[in-house]
Nanobody, 134 residues
Framework: QVRPVESGGRLVQVGESLRLSCATS????????MGWFRQAPAKERELERE????????????YYADSVKGRFTISRDNAENTVYLQMNSLKPEDTAVYYC???????????????????????WGQGTQVTVSS
């Protein structure tokens, strides 16, 4: 089973920026909605991963959790089978392991917390650790 490969996480100071990348094979990327999730240190179960950003397969719709809205930007390069998460103005509460994964199909014309697609059942990658130090 194809697993995404996340990268770009590291230790940063409050207010700094990072760009995370998630690469996967074409078969596991093309035509799929994608999402970035995070799992904070106190959360141990996979079900406690928070969806922070999502993007439609063609980039036409994006969604952001309230906690990151205005600071994070999700984007994708379908030619490179890669999805990105630009994180600005980082805060200590952004400290987490960040994962990407495919999302279920959606026919909605926009996404909100009530209808953003759930992740597809499948393998998660190793994630990338982001630590924001104050």
């Amino acid at each position: 089973q194809v697993r995404p490969v996340e990268s770009g996480g590291r230790l940063v100071q409050v207010g700094e920026s990072l760009r995370l990348s998630c690469a996967t094979s074409g078969r596991a990327f093309s035509g799929y909605n994608m999402g970035w999730f995070r799992q904070a240190p106190a959360k141990e179960r996979e079900l406690e991963r928070e969806l922070v950003a999502a993007i439609r397969w063609n980039g036409g719709i994006t969604y952001y959790a309230d906690s990151v809205k205005g600071r994070f930007t999700i984007s994708r390069d379908n030619a490179e089978n890669t999805v990105y998460l630009q994180m600005n103005s980082l805060k200590p509460e952004d400290t987490a392991v960040y994962y990407c994964n495919r999302l279920r199909p959606s026919g909605a014309s926009s996404w909100s917390a009530s209808n953003v697609p759930n992740p597809l059942i499948g393998s998660w990658g190793q994630g990338t650790q982001v630590t924001v130090s104050s």
